[in-house]
């Protein structure tokens, strides 16, 4: 959580007349919008710090007999079924569509707008099936687990994990896919240590942590983005890449926070709920958006994202919002004390969510379409570890000897 708090202190501290010649759109964050944007994020990080203490005492042990190492993996098979499936569903459609491999090195080479036209006209999501893709965030933390509890080395199948999340941040310009699998692996596997490595130990290591963390996220992201737009832009942008790429990157943010304030000056009073979610499924359900395509009139539609610190307020005011806030914080909070006490399910949860405080700034990752296949199979894992723990419940009472007083014993 206190990561995103820099870049959010920084968005919130452009004043108005910077955002039209930095963004190329105007500012509608009032001081209420930057008020309540950092309240929300204070009040997660408050809920964190009181329910989730940051005194080493909340070490994971999970502990897996047999039984559950089989049921692991079954589910480890299962997942990594569906997720390369649809990897190959994408990656054979956009073969069909005429996807060549020249096309691809024109990408490398620089050639300007190659980008746009392969995600417009090759990578195109298939909706019911692409989305499924979206399951490696939580077939890697299990992956881990698998490793540690058969010996099984989990490299070979978190490598092409990496691989294929890297092909859709560069081909498809979906960075946060890579993100998404490098962060829920490193927390897995940070998870799973007797105790934190001695440079996370250290006084000033709080502060560096921060500090690396965002120079390693400029950097990967400044490398996407000469590929991505700096062919493009170089011509007509006045500075180097790096300033470049230092005002795309706060540009994110900062554009995030201020449309969804402009959703909140066009709505005025009225409430959106189905702002908070994204998606063709939410739209069968809440209706198109209130807001779409109103954007175009006031020349925002360069960026799209929606900050998730704005988004719960537009959806329900701002009680409503400080509530969704407050719930997304405990469920979070529960899965990482609930991890702390070895339950599977809630590890990988745990794992595969992390990314949502990350780029809560920027957008509400848990109403979107890429968390719903994580959150289905999540359930879907939930009721099948319960059904396999009952039958060993049952199993053990059955064949567990009869005590002097006729019970019988639970214990293995």
Same mark, same amino acid.
């Given at each position: 959580?206190?990561?995103?708090?820099?870049v959010?202190?920084?968005?919130?501290?452009?004043?108005d007349?910077?955002?039209?010649?930095?963004?190329?759109?105007?500012s509608? @964050?009032?001081? +209420?919008?930057?008020?309540?944007? &950092?309240?929300?994020?204070?009040i997660? $990080?408050?809920?964190? %710090?009181?329910? /989730?203490?940051?005194?080493?005492r909340?070490?994971?042990?999970?502990?897996?007999?047999?039984?559950?190492?089989?049921?692991?993996?079954?589910?480890?098979?299962?997942?990594?079924?569906?997720?390369?499936?649809?990897?190959?569903?994408?990656?054979?459609?956009?073969?069909?569509?005429?996807l060549?491999?020249?096309?691809?090195?024109?990408?490398?080479?620089?050639?300007?707008?190659?980008?746009?036209?392969?995600?417009?006209?090759?990578?195109?999501?298939?909706?019911?099936?692409?989305?499924?893709?979206?399951?490696?965030?939580?077939?890697?933390?299990?992956?881990?687990?698998?490793?540690?509890?058969?010996?099984?080395s989990?490299?070979?199948?978190?490598?092409?994990? @990496?691989?294929? +999340?890297?092909?859709?941040?560069? &081909?498809?310009?979906?960075?946060?896919? $890579?993100?998404?699998? %490098?962060l829920? /692996?490193?927390?897995?596997y940070?998870?799973?240590?007797?105790?934190?490595?001695?440079?996370?130990?250290?006084?000033?290591?709080?502060?560096?942590?921060?500090?690396?963390?965002?120079?390693?996220?400029?950097g990967?992201?400044?490398?996407?983005?000469?590929?991505?737009?700096?062919?493009s832009?170089?011509?007509?942008?006045?500075?180097?890449?790096?300033?470049?790429?230092?005002?795309l990157?706060?540009?994110?943010?900062?554009?995030?926070l201020?449309?969804?304030?402009?959703?909140?000056?066009?709505?005025?009073?009225?409430?959106?709920?189905?702002?908070?979610?994204?998606?063709?499924?939410?739209?069968?359900?809440?209706?198109?958006?209130?807001?779409?395509?109103?954007?175009?009139?006031?020349?925002?539609?360069?960026?799209?994202?929606r900050?998730?610190?704005?988004?719960?307020?537009?959806?329900?005011?701002?009680?409503?919002?400080?509530?969704v806030?407050?719930?997304?914080?405990?469920?979070?909070?529960?899965?990482?004390?609930?991890?702390?006490?070895?339950?599977?399910?809630?590890?990988?949860?745990?794992?595969?969510?992390?990314?949502?405080?990350?780029?809560?700034?920027?957008?509400?990752y848990?109403?979107?379409?890429?968390?719903?296949?994580?959150?289905?199979?999540?359930?879907?894992?939930?009721?099948?570890?319960?059904?396999?723990?009952?039958?060993?419940?049952?199993?053990?009472r059955?064949?567990?000897?009869?005590?002097?007083?006729?019970?019988?014993?639970?214990?293995?």
């Open positions: 959580m206190v990561l995103p708090l820099p959010l202190v920084g968005s919130l501290l452009i004043p007349d910077q955002f039209l010649p930095l963004f190329g759109q105007p509608f @964050l009032d001081e +209420a919008t930057r008020a309540t944007a &950092l309240a929300y994020l204070v997660m $990080l408050v809920i964190f %710090v009181v329910l /989730v203490p940051m005194r080493g909340a070490v994971a042990e999970i502990a897996l007999d047999a039984t559950a190492v089989a049921w692991l993996e079954r589910v480890v098979k299962v997942l990594a079924f569906i997720t390369f499936t649809a990897y190959a569903v994408w990656i054979g459609n956009a073969l069909l569509r005429g060549r491999f020249g096309t691809m090195l024109q990408l490398l080479s620089g050639e300007a707008g190659t980008m746009y036209v392969l995600r417009g006209q090759y990578f195109e999501s298939i909706s019911g099936v692409t989305t499924w893709m979206q399951l490696g965030a939580i077939l890697a933390p299990l992956a881990v687990l698998r490793e540690r509890a058969t010996g099984r989990a490299r070979r199948l978190v490598g092409v994990l @990496l691989f294929l +999340a890297f092909a859709r941040a560069l &081909l498809n310009s979906e960075r946060l896919a $890579l993100i998404e699998i %490098v829920s /692996v490193a927390i897995a940070f998870v799973l240590r007797r105790e934190a490595p001695s440079w996370v130990r250290r006084p000033v290591s709080a502060g560096l942590l921060v500090v690396g963390s965002w120079l390693v996220l400029f990967v992201f400044s490398a996407f983005e000469f590929f991505r737009s700096w062919t832009a170089q011509a007509s942008f006045d500075g180097d890449f790096s300033t470049y790429a230092a005002t990157l706060l540009g994110y943010y900062a554009t995030a201020n449309l969804a304030a402009f959703d909140g000056y066009v709505l005025g009073s009225q409430l959106a709920p189905g702002q908070l979610f994204d998606g063709s499924l939410w739209e069968s359900l809440f209706g198109a958006s209130p807001v779409a395509g109103v954007q175009q009139a006031y020349g925002l539609e360069t960026f799209t994202n900050s998730g610190l704005l988004v719960p307020q537009i959806a329900f005011g701002e009680i409503g919002g400080a509530l806030v407050v719930a997304t914080a405990l469920l979070l909070a529960v899965l990482a004390r609930w991890t702390a006490r070895g339950h599977v399910v809630a590890f990988a949860l745990y794992c595969a969510s992390c990314v949502g405080v990350l780029e809560i700034v920027r957008i509400y848990f109403g979107s379409s890429r968390f719903l296949p994580v959150a289905v199979a999540g359930a879907c894992m939930a009721i099948s570890w319960a059904l396999v723990a009952n039958k060993r419940r049952q199993n053990l059955y064949l567990s000897p009869p005590l002097e007083n006729g019970t019988r014993s639970w214990s293995r």
